[in-house]
């Protein structure tokens, strides 16, 4: 009997699974691959649409693109999860899976910070970003807050790239001597597993003068007054606020039981991503694994979880532990980009080391795009 396996969610975790799987088997396994959204958007492209370096369609990647062995993607919301039955309940059908993957990833909960959305954007979701681009020409002066307002959030060098390419935007436009730019994160660094990253981009945001407030979450924004009130009493007057909203699992994952609740994320084996319930694994940022949300981290563990299934399905030696390393671009504005590399999960405690911010990183980045492009949707390398 042919195996089946379902996977929800089509970030960078579902296309890695689901490309390995077809790769290396074909035919031999279905895969079912469901996703509510239409297209797939990086989460690097949002900030090159906001600031105006890419139109919204040049960054939308259609998921009816994929045709692959063994793969059947159906654009549809997953409405419940029995983990015990590996049973999904979508609006298309309901679908019994072998293996069951969920990469569902985190979702953002704007209206948990009072005043966000009648006062606030958020650039986080690929529409709040892509609104942040038509809200942009009409900040003339003033006091710019980028605020973030949980403590776990995706991409955690995107609020200070947004603040650099902020500064750079104003510049251009010639309205930078007439606004602030501050950026308020709950961190005392803004990278805080590679200190030579944070000190270069604090040494830019002096360069820039750019406020760095550390160890900080914005609470709620009082529209009335135009105040941003942070997590110790402290209120920062604000003209444009760009908040990254509050992040936490999926209601249709802690309905199911994987998850404690709607902020604990769900439990795995570090080794593997399995979680308590045999066959169902969890991939990306739904899970608690202990390593950074971003892409970079889902794709690894995606490769984990594909190399285990293999095994399984052809025999052979379990694949090895998932490390949870990984590099990201981090972009320093004046036409250059850094990288960071994280291992979270070989020592006691992260590690990252730097790569200064240079032109050919800029090369590098676009190349780690249209790579996996190339990979997940058979687009010709560019």
Same mark, same amino acid.
């Given at each position: ?11 960078? /975790?579902?296309?890695? &699974? ?39 369609? #040049?960054?939308?990647?259609? $998921?009816?693109? %994929?045709?692959?062995? /063994? ?36 979702? &953002? ?12 954007? #958020?650039? $986080? +979701? ?40 902020? =500064?750079? $935007? &104003?510049?251009?436009?010639? !309205? ?14 803004? %990278?805080?597993?590679?200190p030579e990253t944070s000190q270069a981009i604090l040494a830019a945001f002096v360069e820039r003068g750019i406020?760095?407030?550390? #160890? ?8 009335? !007054?135009?105040? @941003? ?9 604000? #003209? ?28 795995? *084996?570090?080794?593997? &991503? ?23 981290? @889902? ?8 190399? /285990? %299934? ?12 998932? *490390? ?8 320093? /504005? =004046? ?5 960071? =590399? ?29 790579? !996996? ?8 390398? +560019?």
């Amino acid at each position: 009997m042919q195996t089946r396996v379902v996977v929800l969610g089509a970030g960078f /975790g579902g296309l890695e &699974l689901t490309t390995i799987l077809s790769d290396a088997l074909g035919d031999a396994v279905e895969i079912v691959l469901i996703e509510k959204n239409d297209a797939f958007v990086f989460g690097f492209s949002k900030l090159d649409v906001m600031f105006g370096r890419q139109m919204p369609a #040049e960054v939308r990647h259609p $998921y009816r693109d %994929i045709v692959k062995p /063994g793969v059947r993607f159906l654009q549809s919301t997953v409405r419940s999860i029995d983990p015990k039955a590996r049973r999904v309940a979508a609006d298309d059908g309901t679908f019994e899976a072998d293996i069951l993957v969920v990469a569902l990833g985190a979702d &953002l909960d704007p209206a948990a910070t009072p005043g966000m959305v009648e006062g606030g954007n #958020e650039f $986080y +979701s690929v529409a709040g970003a892509f609104a942040v681009r038509d809200v942009l020409p009409r900040f003339e002066r003033g006091a710019a807050i980028i605020g973030v307002t949980g403590k776990s959030f995706k991409c955690p060098p995107a609020p200070s790239e947004t603040a650099l390419l902020l =500064h750079d $935007y &104003l510049v251009a436009r010639g !309205r930078r001597e007439a606004t602030e730019i501050s950026l308020v994160m709950p961190f005392g660094t803004p %990278i805080p597993p590679s200190p030579e990253t944070s000190q270069a981009i604090l040494a830019a945001f002096v360069e820039r003068g750019i406020r760095f407030v550390k #160890e900080s979450l914005v609470m709620a924004l009082d529209t009335g !007054r135009k105040v @941003a009130v942070l997590s110790d009493g402290t209120e920062m007057p604000y #003209e444009l606020f760009l908040g990254v909203p509050v992040h936490r699992v999926p209601q249709v994952v802690v309905e199911s039981g994987l998850a404690a609740d709607a902020y604990g994320w769900v439990p795995v *084996n570090k080794k593997t &991503l399995e979680t308590n319930f045999p066959g169902v694994y969890a991939v990306g940022d739904v899970n608690g694994v202990g390593t950074a949300k971003a892409g970079v981290f @889902a794709e690894g563990a995606a490769r984990v979880v594909a190399a /285990g %299934i293999i095994a399984q399905l052809r025999g052979g030696p379990s694949p090895e532990a998932y *490390n949870g390393d990984g590099s990201c671009y981090v972009e320093f /504005g =004046h036409g250059q980009v850094g990288k960071v =590399h994280v291992d979270f999960l070989s020592g006691p405690k992260p590690v990252g080391t730097f790569h200064g911010a240079s032109e050919a990183l800029v090369a590098e980045k676009a190349h780690f795009g249209s790579s !996996r492009l190339q990979r997940w949707f058979g687009q010709p390398p +560019s």
